[in-house]
């Protein structure tokens, strides 16, 4: 602060920011008609820039003195005004995306409307899933991630003696994004591609490969991810990972589900307890399996072994080193494996040229088609009895007769496309079902083996390497791989049709 | 095309519903009686109507007179169990385009709705 009170009658004070400037008139000082232009001047001698205002001020300062100039009097004569700094740009996420508001979000367990997405918190009280609670902020292609505010401009001040005080200004924030993310004109930040979004600082990328780095526990959450997933441990109890294409887990899945929309790379193998499932759409890789239900829809290949477990197989079955002991098998292509059953005779069946799946479809579609020949029986009969008295209908009976024709026709096309559904899901099955089963090591006693119409028991165990197939319409042979000779497999086995042979009657009948 | 269904029963109405989907008309409106059709025309703006003439409240013949009052040319069938020829003469006098008697095939009341649809499209 900068002040003057020597040699004349004026204190003059201009604050140390240049903002303000005070001025005293010293009591005793006589103005008469020339005060103002005195202080006006001493005013200028400070650098003071003088406008109207001022001049004003300095005015009623002097009239103030001039009526009581026995007592010094101050007042304010002129003011600045202060920069007005700029706001640098910067970027809003939304709160699902924030790591700042999420929260992982929740499932609530006592309503499956009331679910809650993304960093919702859930309501006071309410139950949480914790299972269904979410680490990870995934984005839909298309979904807004955030929006990119502009930058304010600044607005430059100035100080009693006119100096210009420069304001800051707003910087731009400069994102620095890959084709994964896509920054609209008006600001807005969406992701280009389905996947999980990494922010680090200004830099923003949508991943499609999410990477776990322990296991899938109540750290994670559940796991739905539009891409590839990796998990560098196991997945634990009750826990669900789910991905539209490859899911690679290095370590023990539990009884939890899995289900690859693409191949599935169980590393670790998996021990489910018979309360695991495991799914993939493609080809499934285990170093085990384990007392778990597991379904491919096309290749399986595991290391070592299978116990008591449930599987389906879309194609083949290669797994030289794989032993198979308990449960159940379907493999509707080629088998290959090191041994079928075990020493203690545990009751394993391997179902080969069918598909699981194919023949639960084809089993109901039978039933359905039954139903509906039966339905349209008794729709025929009776729209047949109005048809004979066509000429004598009630307005009553005429409708009816209406609603029969309509029934009839509805039936007679769902019957049609219900059977050529039939026929192309068998040519369908028909073009992949193989049967051939090559045992390299051993098949033990207990072993059933259901192969087209027969079904093979197996009493004493045979060594391997055996090869065990069947060219349809005959019956089944096994190969000894190491003579190359071959057998009927009756000659080795206990083998029955399993299509129930007609009784007398039925036979007389037909 | 919009379509209004003027039928008490809710299963003839499903019937004609049927075969107007499969025909490819998806604008169906749906009447359960004549005084529920006039209340509905005004908002929903047929462009062609299948009529039951036996209904409660009002019956189909007096609907297609008060509706021919104001609608001229909108095309309508008569779905009816009325064969008598007397009866055919005074539904055609009070504006119908066309006439299927029940019992029908879903067959015959597509080609009825095809002929007359052909037939408003040519006048």
């Given at each position: 602060?900068?002040?003057?009170?020597?040699?004349?009658?004026?204190?003059?004070?201009?604050?140390?920011?240049?903002?303000?400037?005070?001025?005293?008139v010293r009591a005793g000082f006589d103005p008469e008609s020339t005060g103002q232009a005195l202080c006006l001047g001493a005013l200028r001698e400070h650098g003071v820039k003088i406008n109207e205002e001022v001049e004003t001020r300095v005015g009623a300062l002097i009239n103030l003195h001039a009526l009581d100039k026995g007592t010094e009097h101050r007042l304010l004569v002129a003011a600045g005004r202060p920069p007005e700094h700029g706001e640098?740009?910067?970027?809003?996420?939304?709160?699902g995306f924030d790591p700042e508001k999420r929260d992982g979000g929740c499932g609530m367990t006592d309503s499956a409307d009331q679910v809650l997405t993304r960093g919702d918190n859930p309501p006071a009280g309410c139950a949480v899933d914790h299972h269904a609670r979410s680490a990870f902020a995934v984005a839909k292609a298309g979904e807004k991630i955030g929006v990119l505010h502009r930058p304010r401009p600044g607005e430059d001040g100035w100080s009693v003696t006119g100096e210009t005080l420069p304001a800051k200004q707003g910087k731009p924030c400069n994102l620095n994004t890959d084709d994964s993310v896509v920054v609209h004109d008006n600001g807005m930040v969406v992701a280009a591609m389905s996947g999980v979004v990494q922010i680090d600082g200004r830099k923003i990328r949508v991943l499609q490969e999410l990477g776990i780095h322990g296991s899938v526990d109540f750290h994670t959450g559940n796991v739905d991810f539009?891409?590839?997933?990796?998990?560098?441990?196991?997945?634990?109890?009750?826990?669900?990972?789910?991905?539209k294409r490859d899911i690679s887990i290095r370590?023990?899945?539990?009884?939890?589900?899995?289900?690859?929309?693409?191949?599935?790379?169980?590393?670790?193998?998996?021990?489910?307890?018979?309360?695991?499932?495991?799914?993939?759409?493609?080809?499934?890789?285990?170093?085990?399996?384990?007392?778990c239900v597991c379904t491919t829809g096309r290749k399986l290949s595991v290391d070592k072994e299978v116990i008591n477990a449930h599987v389906a197989v879309g194609a083949e079955m290669v797994s030289p080193g794989c032993t198979i002991i308990g449960g159940t098998t379907f493999v509707t292509g080629r088998c290959e494996v090191a041994e079928l059953g075990s020493e203690r005779n545990i009751p394993t069946v391997v179902t080969l040229g069918a598909q699981r799946d194919a023949e639960n479809l084809s089993t109901r579609a039978d039933e359905l088609l039954g139903?509906?020949?039966?339905?349209?029986?008794?729709?025929?009969?009776?729209?047949?009895?109005?048809?004979r008295n066509a000429a004598k209908l009630t307005p009553t009976q005429a409708e009816t007769m209406t609603e029969l024709q309509f029934e009839i026709g509805s039936f007679s096309r769902?019957?049609?496309?219900?059977?050529?559904?039939?026929?192309?899901?068998?040519?369908?099955?028909?073009?992949?079902?193989?049967?051939?089963?090559?045992?390299h090591k051993q098949l033990w006693r207990g072993v059933t083996i259901l192969l087209d119409k027969w079904e093979a028991t197996i009493e004493e165990s045979i060594k391997g390497p055996i090869r065990i197939h069947c060219e349809p319409g005959k019956k089944p042979v096994l190969t000894d791989l190491t003579s190359n000779s071959t057998v009927e497999l009756s000659t080795v086995a206990r083998v029955r049709s399993r299509i129930e042979e007609p009784s007398a009657d039925e036979a007389i009948a037909a | 095309m919009k379509i209004l269904l003027v039928d008490d029963s809710k299963t003839m109405r499903n019937i004609q519903k049927s075969v107007l989907t499969q025909l490819g008309y998806t604008e169906?409106?749906?009447?359960?009686?004549?005084?529920?059709?006039?209340?509905?025309?005004?908002?929903?703006?047929?462009?062609?109507?299948?009529?039951?003439?036996?209904?409660?409240?009002?019956?189909?013949?007096?609907?297609?007179?008060?509706?021919?009052?104001?609608?001229?040319?909108?095309?309508?069938?008569?779905?009816?169990?009325?064969?008598?020829?007397?009866?055919?003469?005074?539904?055609?006098?009070?504006?119908?385009?066309?006439?299927?008697?029940?019992?029908?095939?879903?067959?015959?009341?597509?080609?009825?709705?095809?002929e007359t649809l052909e037939k408003a499209a040519a006048a």
């Open positions: 602060m900068s002040e003057t009170r020597e040699e004349t009658p004026f204190v003059i004070t201009v604050s140390d920011d240049g903002l303000s400037c005070e001025v005293g640098d740009g910067w970027l809003e996420l939304e709160p539009p891409g590839d997933v990796v998990v560098d441990k196991g997945v634990k109890d009750c826990f669900v990972v789910k991905a370590g023990l899945v539990e009884a939890a589900t899995v289900h690859a929309g693409r191949d599935l790379h169980l590393l670790g193998g998996a021990a489910c307890r018979e309360k695991g499932t495991l799914f993939a759409d493609r080809d499934l890789y285990a170093r085990y399996l384990n007392e139903l509906i020949g039966e339905k349209l029986g008794k729709v025929q009969a009776e729209h047949d009895q109005y048809q769902l019957q049609e496309t219900l059977s050529s559904a039939v026929s192309e899901l068998s040519r369908v099955v028909g073009t992949v079902a193989t049967i051939d089963l090559t045992i | 169906i409106e749906e009447a359960c009686d004549g005084q529920d059709a006039l209340s509905k025309i005004g908002a929903f703006q047929p462009e062609l109507l299948l009529v039951d003439w036996n209904m409660p409240n009002m019956d189909g013949l007096t609907f297609v007179k008060t509706y021919r009052q104001t609608h001229k040319s909108t095309p309508i069938i008569m779905v009816t169990t009325e064969t008598e020829r007397s009866r055919v003469v005074e539904a055609i006098k009070a504006g119908v385009n066309n006439y299927v008697v029940k019992p029908f095939t879903p067959d015959l009341l597509s080609q009825r709705i095809n």
